[in-house]
């Protein structure tokens, strides 16, 4: 078993570089680890089958905040709840967020980086129309009016579950660390923050550039609105899942290791929260190489 310790600057090369057996076992919340990711995908599908399906049962209705990373157990959903009949009649879905063009305008669906089009495409568009929710009940962040996504929320009550994937930076949908050498903020005051609009950071314009365009900057887009960190905390059950692989490695120990939280790592202000389950893949729990 390893100590766990305040603060990402406080990990030791032993946590660095300790087992996956040992990351797992030492893990500040729940955790677990899957071999691969088609392993990892199906059950996370079968993960939102079973809570729909059993929330529809008791004749309640299911509240998620869902994002676009993790993505692809979205068409193995899908799929489920068509073989097992499994309505979204009573299921109100909020998209955390969505990629904005370099202007803060939305991006048409049929662009390839839009969220709502995937959605559309490997979620909506495979489930049986008798099983589909209603459309005020697909829910995406507005640039016209933020304040309106954090309300719809507020007022419902807050979400059962927000299943969010992470950054390697940290970031929860696209709360990045909210310091630069100009602003700083406390974790108080990020852990408020609303649904907003954000500029990207550099580095994250190139890590998704890296992983998906072959490194062509241009193709990324350069804003995005986003959830805030407040109606994600205020979910009952937050689920952290990550898919990364080899990029991951650093911020997967960062959350399940460190114990305080930091706006540095965004990830972090889930240490607040009473009800937080973490979920890898085997590829983004192994040991951070520290040599050439």
């Not at 059950?237 to 997967?252: E, P």
């Not at 305080?260 to 607040?272: E, F, G, I, K, R």
């Amino acid at each position: 078993m390893l100590n766990a310790v305040p603060h990402a600057t406080d990990l030791t090369e032993a946590h660095l570089t300790a087992s996956v057996e040992e990351l797992a076992a030492s893990s500040v919340h729940p955790f677990q680890v899957f071999e691969d990711l088609p392993t990892l995908y199906s059950w996370l599908a079968r993960e939102m089958a079973d809570e729909l399906k059993a929330r529809n049962e008791a004749g309640e209705e299911t509240r998620w905040i869902l994002p676009v990373g993790p993505k692809a157990h979205y068409p193995e959903l899908a799929r489920i709840c068509n073989e097992e009949r499994i309505s979204w009649k009573n299921v109100t879905a909020f998209h955390m967020d969505e990629y904005l063009d370099w202007q803060g305008r939305m991006l048409s669906p049929d662009n390839p980086f839009s969220f709502r089009g995937y959605c559309a495409r490997h979620l909506y568009g495979l489930l049986d129309t008798d099983l589909l929710p209603s459309d005020d009940r697909v829910v995406y962040p507005d640039v016209h009016d933020p304040d309106a996504f954090d309300t719809r929320i507020e007022d419902a009550g807050g979400a059962h579950t927000c299943f969010a994937g992470f950054g390697y930076r940290g970031h929860l949908a696209f709360n990045e660390p909210p310091s630069t050498r100009w602003h700083h903020y406390s974790v108080d005051e990020f852990a408020a923050s609303k649904t907003r609009i954000i500029p990207l950071l550099e580095d994250t314009i190139v890590a998704h550039s890296n992983r998906m365009t072959g490194g062509y900057t241009q193709a990324i887009p350069r804003m995005a609105i986003s959830i805030g960190m407040k109606s994600i905390l205020s979910s009952q059950h937050l689920r952290l899942i990550t898919d990364g692989g080899a990029w991951k490695q650093y911020i997967v120990r960062v959350m399940a290791l460190t114990t305080q939280p930091d706006v540095m790592y965004p990830c972090t202000l889930a240490h607040t929260h009473p009800n937080v389950d973490i979920t890898v893949n085997r590829d983004s729990a192994l040991p951070c190489s520290l040599e050439l």
